[in-house]
């Protein structure tokens, strides 16, 4: 199965709410924590929330 492995590139201060809980459902903390993800649609769904604070790559 794939996997994402997704990370933080930007800071979290001053985000939405939303966006700060969708990152921590990810398990992104702060800048450069990196994790990686099952390829689904709900991982999907949370990138697709907040990717202008990611960086997405295959693995």
Known sequence: MA???IELVK???GRLAQHIATA?????HKPGNTTVQ??????RG??????FLLKVTEE
């Open 3 to 5: 996997e994402l492995k």
């Open 11 to 13: 800071s979290l201060n």
């Open 24 to 28: 921590h459902s990810l398990g992104l």
């Open 38 to 43: 099952p390829d689904n649609p709900q991982t």
């Open 46 to 51: 949370k990138i697709a929330k907040i990717g």
